[in-house]
């Protein structure tokens, strides 16, 4: 048993890594290793306990879409909550609808069996959508449409898969009994998941809770949520903890952002196993019962049910063209279909409906079809119609100063994104002046975490006066950015002394040089210093340029480079990185560094001019990128 965890963890684990290395969606790799393994070389042998099996699947499914629900901010419904309440109350009764049609008529299966699959293909899945929208880089409005309507529609699909299966499997339930228990289901799991999120939230306010024991008592709450729902109403777990996380995601926590990192990861592993253990359980008898009509289905179902679906669930409503044809083509199925599929249909066959045993390969290569056709396409399709947020390729700059600006300004000519954050209206007015893009607000606010978009910003560089609000800044935004791309200007040298130093992992690295604080680099900008830029060719490389701004000043600050492809750079001697030919060099120095100092330079930068005229890379000579305090750029 063991062997065989380990095998299954290092195997999910290894296909994450190689779709991370392949640029596909991480869900492809792992079903096709679970192939791989089970029913094509018996590696991981079917399960002997179907039901003990089915149940840990729910609650890994359970964590999974506590994660998701976690993820859901009531904030982000300000400019998409119509959008969002049609597709989450009209879509899943008409996919329901139209899907189970598709599967009677095109797949060939009985009604019972068609409308329980129906219900099953309704979830389009946290499990998917999520891992897809960062693929994507879809911008804020849309990205929230395709959260809310995966996150949300995944427990609605169970509970009325699970209304449908009871229905045909007890001769006792009629249409009235199966709509009654759907309701308490609703109100069972929203109020369940409600009072348990609450309770939890309020108990980590009081100190109830160690810190170290916060993040796994979180996990066994959930569960403890999960389970309880369960026995009072049959399935309506999924919906309580989807509910729970929305809760608590929303709550005022000291701890959010260490509990959503601890979860985070543990649904990765999670998500590994499962897509792993899943389709291994397979056998050559399930794939055997794939023909035409089957395949048919899927297709019907991506470019009729889909479609119509969203046509008739936003008609009239306030949601971009745009967004309505990316959701009508986006609907890739996840892990619940998958597990609810491997619930019902062997239950369905016992019930006596043979054609049952197509359940759960129909929903294997809906998932298949539906994951490599979206995942491949979500991106293109999105930078076709605008929706995309851009190219992960800029800087957010917090604190509005002489010398940001002069940065911000140098970046901007020079076509890279660029961003100046500030709590101080009038400290931004020159920003504006310039045409820099600006965000008027406190960067640590939760206004702010909805309203500032940094989705096409790769890097962070605080650089106001207090080193302290620099550091908590840079630990704040080091998950949306990276550790590695949060910096700050150096710390002044009453912040750097040993009793008072901050360690890495508390701060951002320190920007351009140990010595580049505030004082210094206003400093310096007074003194006429400024922003310029140097193309780096193979006869005038770095060295020589080095030398060059040796001799004119060696205080000088190299402060970023961008590569031949045009992606930027950020430089610090805590993270160097080496200029090569083709390279765009950005540095800080006094104006007479600007002049070649011999012939070769000389012909070098004509060369460069008018390569630069022609509308190729920035120019060879070494020329201010900015204006204002410093000299105006030629």
């Known amino acids: 048993m063991a062997k065989l965890l380990l095998i299954i963890l290092t195997a999910g684990l290894a296909s994450q890594w190689l779709a991370w290395r392949i640029n596909l969606p991480a869900i492809v790799v792992l079903i096709a290793s679970g192939l791989v393994l089970g029913p094509f070389t018996g590696v991981i042998p079917p399960t002997d306990s179907p039901e003990d099996f089915n149940t840990l699947i729910g609650l890994g499914v359970a964590i999974i879409l506590f994660e998701g629900g976690m993820d859901l901010k009531i904030g982000e419904l300000r400019h998409t909550r119509r959008g969002v309440g049609r597709l989450v109350l009209f879509g899943p009764p008409l996919a329901w609808l139209l899907g189970s049609a598709a599967a009677h008529y095109v797949a060939g299966l009985s009604w019972a069996v068609a409308i329980v699959l129906g219900a099953i293909l309704v979830v389009t899945g946290p499990t998917v959508i999520l891992p897809l929208l960062r693929q994507a880089r879809l911008n804020k409005e849309t990205a929230s449409l395709f959260k809310w309507e995966g996150i949300v529609n995944d427990p609605m699909g169970v509970l009325l898969a699970v209304m449908s299966f009871q229905y045909f499997t007890s001769q006792s339930t009629t249409l009235h009994d199966s709509l009654k228990d759907l309701g308490i289901a609703l109100g069972v799991g929203a109020g369940i998941g409600g009072v348990g999120g609450w309770l939890t939230g309020w108990l980590y306010r009081r100190g109830a809770v160690p810190v170290h024991l916060k993040a796994p008592i979180l996990i066994v709450l959930v569960l403890v949520v999960y389970v309880a729902s369960n026995q009072v109403q049959h399935e309506a777990g999924l919906l309580s903890v989807t509910v729970m996380g929305m809760v608590i995601g929303n709550m005022q926590l000291v701890e959010r952002q260490a509990l959503q990192t601890f979860k985070e990861n543990l649904t990765v592993v999670l998500l590994s196993v499962l897509f792993i253990v899943i389709p291994a359980q ?18 019907v179902l991506m470019l009729l049910v889909r479609p119509l679906t969203i046509g008739l669930a936003t008609a009239f409503a306030p949601v971009r063209r745009g967004d309505r044809l990316l959701l009508a083509w986006i609907a890739p199925r996840g892990i619940v279909a998958a597990a609810t599929a491997g619930l019902f249909g062997p239950a369905l066959v016992e019930a006596g409906y043979k054609d049952a045993d197509k359940l759960l390969p129909i929903v294997f290569l809906v998932i298949i079809a539906t994951v490599l056709a979206h995942g491949l396409s979500i991106g293109p ?221 000389v012909a070098d930068a004509a060369a460069s001019e008018a390569v630069s005229a022609a509308g190729g890379a920035p120019p060879a000579t070494a020329a201010p990128a900015t204006d204002g305090p410093e000299a105006a750029a030629p």
């Open 282 to 299: 397979l056998g050559p008898q399930h794939l055997a019962l794939i023909d035409w009509r089957a395949v048919l289905f899927v297709l």
């Open 381 to 601: 399709l999105a930078r076709r119609l605008k929706l995309a947020a851009g190219e992960n390729n800029g800087l957010l700059i917090v604190g509005a100063s002489d010398f940001s600006l002069a940065l911000a300004r140098a970046l901007h000519r020079l076509g890279i994104d660029v961003k100046i954050s500030d709590g101080a209206w009038d400290r931004l007015k020159e920003a504006r002046m310039a045409g820099v893009p600006v965000h008027y607000g406190e960067i640590l606010s939760e206004e702010s975490e909805h309203q500032l978009d940094v989705q096409n910003l790769s890097h962070l560089l605080c650089t106001t006066e207090n080193d302290f609000y620099n550091a908590l800044v840079c630990k704040a935004k080091a998950r949306a950015f990276g550790h590695h791309r949060t910096f700050q200007i150096a710390a002044h040298k009453a912040s750097d002394q040993e009793f008072k130093r901050l360690s890495i992992d508390m701060r951002g690295y320190f920007a351009f040089a140990r010595e580049a604080n505030y004082t210094l680099l206003q400093a310096r900008l007074a003194e006429g210093w400024n922003i310029q830029t140097t193309r780096i060719s193979k006869s005038h490389g770095w060295d020589e340029m080095k030398k060059r701004l040796d001799e004119v000043d060696p205080e000088w600050l190299l402060l970023g480079g961008i590569t031949p492809k045009g992606l930027f750079r950020l430089y610090s001697q805590e993270q160097r990185f080496k200029l090569e030919p083709d390279w765009t060099a950005i540095y800080f120095a006094p104006p007479t560094a600007r002049a070649p100092r011999n012939a070769k330079a």
